[in-house]
């Protein structure tokens, strides 16, 4: 056995490997609000819900409370009437699942022995790939417009109604509000109507726009469930709802869409089995947490945190508008920028955002590299650096500036690395280099076919009880 203090100390010098989660210097991943309190309201009332088990509300009844609490909150920020009703889950990836695996089981009761099939923008996030594969699920891919990033409702509705001519009436359409990737909304207040008249559900991904889009300061479009056809709903309550991780919500207009993505048997001789999400057992410290935030602040608190969010936004906008060839992908309605080398720049004069990544990390800021990608119909998305904006920005926004600043000045008119497949096996074997660039311009330009085995060798080693020797 060991001491444990020793123990502890031991998990402070693991933990100082990371990047710093407070203080705005990490521009992915992490949702810094910026208030002590907040920190130490969360670690208190995770403490108090460390026994509890979250599988059984009819035995532990306050998780029963807090999650229809949770539940009542977010439909009522989000323009829900007493139709809609929900589930708090362990994060973004499970509320997506949830609401495919709904609409995959509502879609089979509607049209027995159909093929179900979702159709979503290439900008739809990753999990719902996933939930596709878990699921078995078809997808359709619609590309968005190259300078908007956006699907248009003609691209969206001639796919739905080609698959319906074909027998495959869709199960689903998801829209996002907005879009990981460059921080736009879909066209949902154009869409999600006309998906209805066609009996097409809806979901909407906003995951990273639910806690942030009610409180946006200017002409924010339609998007939740004020627009006839929003179906279903999801939202992260661990990212802008400042939730430690492993909260979200999926909310469904409708119980019986809710009740489908449920799990239920008594075909075993033991307890009866009901699980309303994908997990059985699962802690309720994260659902004590939320509670005790979104109890804390209310909508007046998320109104001031979406202010200092959305004010510092701006202020980098604008720098980044000053910095000759760099320019802000599309037009963000968000938290979310997504800086290119400007199009309208002679080809020598561009910043390549893979450096410009690289560079910024000296002056002790992590931005994210995003891959360029062809999309259905041959179309290219450029690749970009990505920045997710949260309030504790507004106190480095000057300094970040400057380093974006610095990082352009040095990327300017330097040639963008060259793919070097060699890198895949040794990034593999031997982890990241300093230098990501050269990294990313090899993987973007791996065929999707087999960008997946590369990744997972990437991860998989990272992890790997041998990795080292």
Known sequence: MRNPAEVLAELEQIRAQDPPTHGGRVLSYVYDHGRAELDRLVAAAAEQFLPVNGLDPTTYASVARLE??????????????????????????????????????T???????????????????????????????GIREVAVEVDTGRPTPAAVMATVEELTSAGHPPALVVLSAPSYPFGVIDPIAELAP????????????????????????????????????????????????????????????????????????????????????????????????????????????????????????????TAVADIDGLAVYGAPETALLALVADPAAPADARVDPFLLVDRVRESGFLLQAQPALTQPGGTALPRSAHLTITPVTEDVVDELASALRRGADTSRGVPPPAPDPALVEQVAHEGLPAELAPVMATLEALDRSTAPAALTALLAGVIDPDAGR
Not at 263 to 290: D, H, I, K, Q
């Open 194 to 317: 006309q998906l209805a008249a066609a009996g097409v559900p809806v979901h909407v991904d906003a995951c990273i726009g639910g806690w942030l889009l009610p409180w946006w300061p200017g002409a924010v479009p339609v998007w939740d469930f004020a627009v006839e056809g929003v179906t279903s709903i999801s939202t992260d309550l661990h990212k802008y709802g400042y939730a430690p991780k492993g909260a979200s919500v999926v909310l469904y207009r409708g119980r019986e869409r809710h009740r489908a993505q449920y799990f239920a048997t008594a075909s075993w001789p033991g307890y009866p089995v009901v699980n309303p999400t994908v997990l059985g057992s699962r802690s309720a410290t994260a659902l004590a947490a939320a509670w005790a935030v979104t109890q804390t602040l209310g909508t007046e608190g998320y109104a001031e945190l979406v202010a200092r969010t959305a004010g510092a936004t701006e202020q980098l906008a």
């Open 107 to 137: 879609f089979a009761a509607r049209v027995p022995g159909g093929e179900p099939v979702m159709v979503l923008p290439t900008t739809a996030h990753p999990a719902f790939r996933k939930a596709a594969h878990y699921l078995r699920v």
């Open 68 to 105: 229809r609490d949770l539940v009542t909150f977010t439909r009522s920020v989000l323009h829900g009437d007493d139709e809609v009703v929900g589930s708090v889950t362990s994060g973004g990836t499970e509320s997506c699942l949830l609401a495919v695996k709904s609409a995959r089981d």
